[in-house]
């Protein structure tokens, strides 16, 4: 194992970013408040740049129905407050979300 520290801190993002709210998820099954913040924050933005993205299999989702899923999603895969967090950020900033995926996309 390396002893390098710098990354440390973003483990638990990654390593439990698929846990769902509702405990369903993986590695641990952690369930609500038991999964680190940031990782329920990055499950709902992964799950948007994955469904938002084009795909060798299909072309970006619409963004009506990245919505709905995340909406339908909400309690059970996402964290509400979050989610609600989200929604709110994409309704009013939509235009900064898409700059930000154009300046960093790889294709």
């Known amino acids: 194992m390396s002893g390098a520290t710098i990354f440390k801190d973003m483990i638990p993002i990654v390593k439990h970013h698929h846990e769902r709210y509702d405990g369903n998820g993986y590695p641990g099954k952690f369930k609500g408040e038991d999964i680190p913040y940031l990782a329920r924050i990055a499950a ?16 970006p989702l619409t963004l009506d129905f990245v919505k709905e899923e995340i909406s339908r999603c909400k309690g059970t895969q996402f964290d509400p407050k979050l989610t ?4 709110d950020i994409i309704d009013n900033n939509y235009d900064e979300i898409i700059a930000i995926q154009k300046k960093y996309k790889t294709e």
């Not at 609600?84 to 929604?87: A, G, I, K, L, S």
Request: without cysteine.
């Open 44 to 59: 709902i933005a992964d799950a948007f740049d994955a469904m938002t993205s084009r795909r060798s299999y299909r072309d």
């Open 84 to 87: 609600d967090v989200f929604m």
